[in-house]
């Protein structure tokens, strides 16, 4: 052993006023923000959000909460990769550029440090997110005739997006490298559209329920029925679980200084046992998170409405509907009335209607109101896409969902209502899903109403003479004799077209007319 | 005393960079001067409080580093330059050298004035708002010196401070070192033997992980009076006092 001494003694050790630890986070906070990578990426995000999310929103009807739909369908997914790879180039930061001895000498704990870092390429992430979400907000604000902008999605997607630049940072700061950050984006991207397979794929278990580009609620919500809040509330608490537990882990890490296993030990002590005791604390509370989330998530049904609703938080909120004053049109003898956030297509769903109206009116169950209700107040047939509504009491109940989902056409709006009518008051309704057993399970299918053939003949007649297409059935191809019945029936004037209908209609629903009995 | 080890071992595997070396120091220059691989550089860090020692003790600025208080406590009165500075390209020079006095607790109503101190005092005012991507080696060298200062360290640890200076810079900063060591302990790793010489009021002589000889500047140009090897002085002392050592096995030498 050797010993050296150089002269004089040290100073009495002096107590340095200390600053206040928030300040000096802010100020740190401020650096980072002001140098944080990703707003490099910020021209080229507008671009993609200009092209992708914000021109897909446009193109939908103006429906809050079918707009609000593109926020985690679009936006977010989009967002991922950059927010993915960008904070985990910033993880890496230190071990890339070796100033982990450095910043090892400083008296603020590396938690402070990274915390910082991070927080300064969340603070872009997260605003380059609202900013899309403000401008689609914005833009649909202007055109909406009912309602208000839907939060959930915003939320989640924020939390979401927090969640991943966690998750990416510690990641970059755990495995430094200069490939970290691209693998790791990739790698977010990959997990993000395997969930959102999942969720399209309806394949069961949690996945589908937590995936936020996967959990679109049925156009119903937020018009007819309130949106359930289960699922954004298990997605932010399995978000906020895995966030923490991250940043738990980042306060664990032994890459913030020192090589080997006694280097690991020494740097997970560097921060002292309560910030040990902080950063395990965080841990355990994300840990715990997560795992309430997904047991939450575990026990998600699938709503009557669509989508998913978690029992033990959505109980009761699913089955209650939203207030509103429909707004009504009259034309001739009849009225049509829409959901107020629709009132755009009242115009065009009345004159859509109106030629049929007028051409069945005075019919004996002819309807004289049509009504929009929601999907869930009609048959399964229906809800499944076969045909718009039902007449129940003289009232024609349709919904707009399957003729406006998303790109609205005059035309097929047109022939889709006036063949519905039509069938609905000269065959009945459009037919029914049925549960058969097979080998393999049972099997649900649609099994269509077609009539007979006399009443086919006569719906085709008075298809042809508004003009329209015969009924889409399964199969189109009408029976041997039926196309020529038509024909001859659309051929009468429609004086004697109605009188005959209204002297023969019940016999011709009841089945007892033939094909050779139709004019 | 600032600097206390007793007994320090640090051991990298089986082999062992630093082998139970003591030392005091306080106020004052200290030129740690050895060959490659003698173990300056892991004492440094060790003194830094980012290594820890595999055996011994050691106590700074009358603290414990063992002890997280305590350790918080000597890193706010501690300034550091490594032998490789790492730096972030996108800052400017008084940012990163802010960044630094923030992470050592500087008070806030005192960091602009320690920054400027800190710019002033390695010549760098007229580059202060340069982004450090485009600063030369040397400056380089000059911003990790003001970052080490920026707090007004009562412990300066330098590994290679000069290397990259001009020889102006360089006399320039021998004078800051002498000014810092009136008041604190200022440790110098250096193979410039004539850094030593012109700045440092003790030094140390390390190989193969021990001390092997400790004394004045003077001391070491004595122990080198007829010795052939060696154009400087003070060269011919280091080269006199590591033959001597490694003739007799490494044992300790007294001034």
């Given at each position: 052993?050797?010993?050296?001494?150089?002269?004089?003694?040290?100073?009495?050790?002096?107590?340095?006023?200390?600053?206040?630890?928030?300040?000096?986070?802010?100020?740190?906070?401020?650096m980072e923000i002001r140098h944080s990578a990703f707003v490099w990426c910020l021209p080229l995000l507008v671009v993609l959000f200009i092209f992708d999310p914000y021109r897909t929103a446009t193109s939908y009807p103006a429906l809050w909460p079918l707009r609000s739909t593109v926020v985690l369908n679009k936006f977010w997914p989009d967002m991922v990769i950059f927010s993915a790879g960008f904070a985990a180039w910033a993880g890496t930061r230190?071990?890339?550029?070796?100033?982990?001895?450095?910043?090892?000498?400083?008296?603020?704990?590396?938690?402070?440090?990274?915390?910082?870092?991070?927080?300064?390429?969340?603070?872009?992430?997260?605003?380059?997110?609202?900013?899309?979400?403000?401008?689609?907000?914005?833009?649909?604000?202007?055109?909406?005739?009912?309602?208000?902008?839907?939060?959930?999605?915003?939320?989640?997607?924020?939390?979401?997006?927090?969640?991943?630049?966690?998750?990416?940072?510690?990641?970059?700061?755990?495995?430094?490298?200069?490939?970290?950050?691209?693998?790791?984006?990739?790698?977010?991207?990959?997990?993000?559209?395997?969930?959102?397979?999942?969720?399209?794929?309806?394949?069961?278990?949690?996945?589908?329920?937590?995936?936020?580009?996967?959990?679109?609620?049925?156009?119903?919500?937020?018009?007819?029925?309130?949106?359930?809040?289960?699922?954004?509330?298990?997605?932010?608490?399995?978000?906020?679980?895995?966030?923490?537990?991250?940043?738990?882990?980042?306060?664990?890490?032994?890459?913030?200084?020192?090589?080997?296993?006694?280097?690991?030990?020494?740097?997970?002590?560097?921060?002292?046992?309560?910030?040990?005791?902080?950063?395990?604390?965080?841990?355990?509370?994300?840990?715990?998170?997560?795992?309430?989330?997904?047991?939450?998530?575990?026990?998600?049904?699938?709503?009557?409405?669509?989508?998913?609703?978690?029992?033990?938080?959505?109980?009761?909120?699913?089955?209650?509907?939203?207030?509103?004053?429909?707004?009504?049109?009259?034309?001739?003898?009849?009225?049509?009335?829409?959901?107020?956030?629709?009132?755009?297509?009242?115009?065009?769903?009345?004159?859509?209607?109106?030629?049929?109206?007028?051409?069945?009116?005075?019919?004996?169950?002819?309807?004289?109101?049509?009504?929009?209700?929601?999907?869930?107040?009609?048959?399964?047939?229906?809800?499944?896409?076969?045909?718009?509504?039902?007449?129940?009491?003289?009232?024609?109940?349709?919904?707009?969902?399957?003729?406006?989902?998303?790109?609205?056409?005059?035309?097929?709006?047109?022939?889709?209502?006036?063949?519905?009518?039509?069938?609905?008051?000269?065959?009945?309704?459009?037919?029914?899903?049925?549960?058969?057993?097979?080998?393999?399970?049972?099997?649900?299918?649609?099994?269509?109403?077609?009539?007979?053939?006399?009443?086919?003949?006569?719906?085709?007649?008075?298809?042809?003479?508004?003009?329209?297409?015969?009924?889409?059935?399964?199969?189109?191809?009408?029976?041997?004799?039926?196309?020529?019945?038509?024909?001859?029936?659309?051929?009468?004037?429609?004086?004697?077209?109605?009188?005959?209908?209204?002297?023969?209609?019940?016999?011709?629903?009841?089945?007892?007319?033939?094909?050779?009995?139709?004019? | 005393?600032?600097?206390?080890?007793?007994?320090?071992?640090?051991?990298?595997?089986?082999?062992?960079?630093?082998?139970?070396?003591?030392?005091?120091?306080?106020?004052?220059?200290?030129?740690?001067?050895?060959?490659?691989?003698?173990?300056?550089?892991?004492?440094?860090?060790?003194?830094?409080?980012?290594?820890?020692?595999?055996?011994?003790?050691?106590?700074?600025?009358?603290?414990?580093?063992?002890?997280?208080?305590?350790?918080?406590?000597?890193?706010?009165?501690?300034?550091?330059?490594?032998?490789?500075?790492?730096?972030?390209?996108?800052?400017?020079?008084?940012?990163?050298?802010?960044?630094?006095?923030?992470?050592?607790?500087?008070?806030?109503?005192?960091?602009?004035?320690?920054?400027?101190?800190?710019?002033?005092?390695?010549?760098?005012?007229?580059?202060?708002?340069?982004?450090?991507?485009?600063?030369?080696?040397?400056?380089?060298?000059?911003?990790?010196?003001?970052?080490?200062?920026?707090?007004?360290?009562?412990?300066?640890?330098?590994?290679?401070?000069?290397?990259?200076?001009?020889?102006?810079?360089?006399?320039?900063?021998?004078?800051?070192?002498?000014?810092?060591?009136?008041?604190?302990?200022?440790?110098?790793?250096?193979?410039?033997?004539?850094?030593?010489?012109?700045?440092?009021?003790?030094?140390?002589?390390?190989?193969?992980?021990?001390?092997?000889?400790?004394?004045?500047?003077?001391?070491?140009?004595?122990?080198?009076?007829?010795?052939?090897?060696?154009?400087?002085?003070?060269?011919?002392?280091?080269?006199?006092?590591?033959?001597?050592?490694?003739?007799?096995?490494?044992?300790?030498?007294?001034?």
């Amino acid at each position: 052993m050797s010993t050296a001494l150089v002269s004089e003694s040290a100073p009495a050790p002096t107590a340095a006023p200390r600053p206040r630890p928030w300040l000096l986070a802010a100020r740190i906070l401020r650096m980072e923000i002001r140098h944080s990578a990703f707003v490099w990426c910020l021209p080229l995000l507008v671009v993609l959000f200009i092209f992708d999310p914000y021109r897909t929103a446009t193109s939908y009807p103006a429906l809050w909460p079918l707009r609000s739909t593109v926020v985690l369908n679009k936006f977010w997914p989009d967002m991922v990769i950059f927010s993915a790879g960008f904070a985990a180039w910033a993880g890496t930061r230190e071990g890339r550029r070796n100033t982990s001895d450095l910043l090892g000498t400083t008296a603020r704990p590396a938690w402070t440090r990274q915390l910082c870092s991070l927080a300064g390429t969340t603070f872009w992430v997260v605003g380059a997110f609202l900013a899309g979400v403000v401008a689609i907000y914005v833009q649909t604000s202007q055109q909406v005739t009912w309602g208000t902008p839907p939060m959930s999605p915003v939320i989640v997607g924020a939390v979401g997006l927090i969640m991943v630049c966690a998750v990416a940072f510690t990641l970059g700061a755990l495995f430094p490298g200069r490939f970290t950050a691209p693998i790791v984006a990739v790698a977010l991207m990959l997990v993000t559209l395997a969930a959102f397979r999942q969720a399209v794929g309806s394949t069961g278990g949690p996945i589908p329920v937590l995936s936020p580009d996967g959990s679109v609620p049925d156009n119903d919500y937020g018009l007819f029925h309130h949106t359930t809040i289960g699922v954004p509330i298990v997605q932010v608490m399995v978000f906020g679980g895995i966030t923490l537990a991250a940043i738990g882990l980042l306060g664990l890490s032994p890459r913030t200084g020192g090589t080997g296993w006694r280097g690991a030990l020494s740097a997970i002590a560097a921060g002292g046992a309560r910030l040990r005791t902080a950063a395990l604390a965080l841990c355990a509370v994300g840990v715990a998170l997560l795992a309430v989330g997904l047991g939450l998530a575990g026990t998600a049904t699938g709503s009557p409405a669509g989508g998913y609703e978690i029992p033990s938080i959505d109980s009761g909120i699913i089955s209650k509907s939203i207030p509103y004053t429909p707004v009504c049109s009259s034309a001739g003898s009849f009225q049509v009335c829409l959901h107020p956030a629709l009132r755009s297509y009242l115009t065009q769903v009345t004159s859509a209607m109106s030629p049929a109206f007028t051409e069945l009116a005075g019919l004996p169950g002819a309807p004289v109101r049509a009504s929009e209700v929601a999907q869930t107040a009609l048959p399964r047939a229906v809800l499944a896409g076969n045909g718009d509504g039902l007449i129940t009491n003289g009232v024609y109940e349709f919904t707009l969902n399957n003729s406006v989902a998303l790109q609205p056409d005059p035309s097929l709006l047109q022939d889709s209502f006036q063949q519905d009518i039509v069938h609905a008051v000269i065959v009945g309704s459009v037919g029914e899903i049925i549960t058969s057993s097979q080998a393999g399970g049972a099997a649900t299918g649609f099994q269509p109403n077609t009539g007979t053939l006399a009443q086919q003949a006569v719906e085709g007649g008075l298809l042809e003479a508004l003009g329209l297409q015969p009924y889409q059935y399964p199969n189109p191809t009408p029976p041997s004799g039926v196309a020529a019945a038509a024909a001859k029936f659309a051929a009468l004037p429609a004086a004697t077209q109605h009188a005959w209908l209204i002297a023969n209609l019940a016999a011709l629903k009841a089945g007892t007319i033939t094909l050779a009995q139709v004019p | 005393m600032n600097i206390e080890l007793t007994g320090v071992t640090r051991s990298f595997g089986s082999n062992k960079a630093v082998d139970g070396v003591s030392l005091e120091a306080g106020p004052g220059v200290l030129g740690l001067l050895g060959p490659n691989g003698a173990g300056k550089t892991s004492l440094l860090r060790m003194l830094a409080t980012v290594l820890p020692p595999s055996s011994g003790q050691i106590r700074l600025l009358e603290r414990d580093p063992g002890r997280t208080a305590d350790r918080r406590d000597i890193r706010r009165r501690l300034g550091y330059l490594p032998q490789n500075l790492g730096y972030y390209p996108a800052f400017t020079v008084v940012e990163f050298i802010e960044y630094f006095a923030l992470l050592k607790e500087v008070p806030s109503a005192r960091v602009p004035r320690a920054v400027a101190a800190a710019v002033e005092g390695v010549d760098l005012g007229a580059k202060a708002k340069s982004r450090l991507r485009t600063l030369s080696g040397g400056m380089l060298r000059r911003v990790g010196i003001a970052q080490a200062i920026v707090n007004d360290p009562d412990l300066l640890l330098l590994d290679e401070p000069t290397a990259g200076l001009d020889p102006e810079q360089r006399v320039g900063f021998r004078a800051l070192l002498r000014s810092l060591g009136e008041t604190a302990t200022v440790v110098v790793s250096t193979h410039l033997v004539e850094d030593v010489g012109a700045a440092c009021s003790e030094v140390t002589l390390m190989d193969d992980g021990h001390i092997v000889f400790r004394g004045t500047p003077a001391d070491l140009v004595t122990r080198g009076e007829g010795h052939a090897i060696g154009d400087a002085p003070l060269e011919r002392g280091y080269s006199a006092v590591l033959q001597a050592a490694r003739a007799a096995g490494q044992g300790a030498v007294a001034a």
